[in-house]
């Protein structure tokens, strides 16, 4: 059973650090792994998608990287802004178990100013 | 252009009642999918549909969930008898294929 562990639960730092952002999960087999960011009472954005067969990818101030072996990602955000501040949750897409994905239960990041 | 769209956006309704739930998928995305966000339980997968394919029914809970997609587009869950342990969040995501999937604004169920 795939299972998805995000660490830390929940995050606060000053505006303006590099942060970083833990998920592991148990099974390798996986198709490929998604950042999301939830802001309260809202839906889900997609902030980054990576297949098995890459390592990292890149969006602005966003970088996640996968190591597929190690059960492992990580989701850097640089030069942290207040608007920053949501819920960051990862979740990956398993190898023929269709489209479901499996969640981690999110790190809640809060960046003061 | 347009996103995916859920409605309503708020249900309050009394134990025991059914409800249903609607999703307005991405114009063109062949793929959609239901997941339940609740307290302490987090995100999970409830049931996703992919073109003409048999439904993955593998996430609901019971056999009060269901779920069905008209045409290839508009999906709705319908919850019957519900239970207060029903109260969650119900997101709708949609996507082509194996790809990104694209939430909506999610519709808030209170069973009281």
């Known amino acids: 059973k795939q299972e998805v562990t995000q660490i830390p639960a929940a995050l606060s730092v000053p505006e303006g650090e590099n942060l970083v952002l833990n998920c592991s999960f148990t099974?390798?087999?996986?198709?490929?792994l998604q950042w999301f960011r939830q802001d309260p009472g809202k839906g889900l954005t997609s902030l980054l998608l990576?297949?098995?067969?890459?390592r990292e990818q890149t969006s602005g101030r966003l970088n996640a990287s996968l190591d597929k072996s190690s059960g492992r990602s990580t989701l850097y955000i640089a030069a942290s802004q207040p608007g920053d501040s949501a819920t960051y949750l990862c979740a990956v897409l398993r190898v023929n178990q269709g489209g479901k994905l499996i969640f981690g239960q999110g790190t809640e990041l809060s960046v003061k100013p | 252009g347009a996103g995916v769209s859920q409605s309503p956006s708020n249900k309050v309704t009394e134990k025991g009642k059914d409800v249903e739930l609607r999703c307005d998928p991405i114009?063109?995305?062949?793929?959609l999918y239901w997941y339940r966000q609740s307290l302490g339980q987090g995100l999970e997968f409830l049931i996703y549909f992919q073109g003409n394919s048999a439904p993955d029914k593998s996430g609901l809970p019971s056999d009060r969930f269901s779920a069905e997609r008209t045409g290839g587009s508009v999906s709705t869950l319908t919850i019957q008898r519900t239970q207060q342990e029903d109260s969650a969040v119900y997101l709708c995501?949609?996507?082509?294929?194996?790809?990104?999937?694209?939430f909506g604004p999610g519709t808030r169920l209170l069973v009281l």
């Open positions: 990576i297949q098995s067969s890459q």
């Open positions: 995501a949609s996507s082509p294929r194996l790809e990104t999937q694209y």
């Open positions: 114009s063109g995305h062949t793929a």
């Open positions: 099974d390798s087999a996986i198709y490929n």
